[in-house]
């Protein structure tokens, strides 16, 4: 993400990353909603976060938003 950011910066395109934890959806063979799952973040809380960065005024760059649900454990390092 970087070399692109640094790239395209001159022409005023901001280029940033969003990193989701984990996703309620039908990926692998799952049912949407179904058990624990159903705590997971929504495919639209990851479509709002899109529009959130979009959307800062244009003098800010975000350049990272990691987003988990409250359910989900933070990583132990």
Do not use: C
Request: hydrophobic share 40%.
């Amino acid at each position: 993400m970087g070399s692109v950011a640094q790239e395209v910066r001159a022409f005023g395109i901001r280029v940033g990353t969003i990193n989701p934890g984990k996703v309620d959806t039908s990926f692998g063979g799952r049912t949407q909603g179904d058990g624990k799952q159903s705590k997971w973040l929504k495919v639209e809380d990851i479509a709002e976060a899109i529009v959130y960065m979009a959307n800062a005024p244009k003098h800010v760059v975000i350049d990272e938003l990691q987003l988990h649900s409250l359910s989900q454990e933070y990583p132990r390092f």
